[in-house]
């Protein structure tokens, strides 16, 4: 069984700052990419920040130049830094990873519990 464990959401002013981790465990033999997704009251999941195993990162045009997503593979854990906070950024942050159970399984996807950001004005 695989679980995806998200922290370090919570309550910020506007202009401050976070960082969300996210740990996969389990038995995981590799993960491709990892990521962000958030989710406002009301509307749906959108993609915040994926990076790929190597390293290859690509963002939301909103969060672009505040945001930046890492990744420790010897820990399966992700990271999502968020500089410059803004009232718009308030969602639950969802993260996501592609995994394999081995060399020869197929990709499976798994998604986070979600932890709630609220950024006030």
């Known amino acids: 069984q695989v679980q995806l464990v998200e922290s370090g959401g919570g309550l910020v002013q506007a202009g401050g700052s976070l960082r969300l981790s996210c740990a996969a465990s389990?038995?995981?033999?590799?993960?491709?990419?990892m990521g962000w997704y958030r989710q406002a009251p009301g509307k749906q999941r959108d993609l915040v920040a994926r990076?790929?195993?190597?390293?290859?990162?690509n963002y939301a045009e909103s969060v672009k130049g505040r945001f930046t997503i890492s990744r420790d593979n010897a820990k399966n854990t992700v990271y999502l830094q968020m500089n410059s906070l803004k009232p718009e950024d308030t969602a639950v942050y969802y993260c996501?990873?592609?995994?394999?159970?081995?060399?020869?399984?197929?990709?499976?996807?798994?998604w986070g519990q979600g932890t709630q950001v609220t950024v006030s004005s």
């Open positions: 996501d990873a592609d995994l394999h159970f081995s060399s020869r399984s197929p990709t499976y996807h798994y």
């Open positions: 389990g038995s995981i033999f590799t993960i491709d990419a």
């Open positions: 990076i790929t195993s190597g390293g290859s990162t």
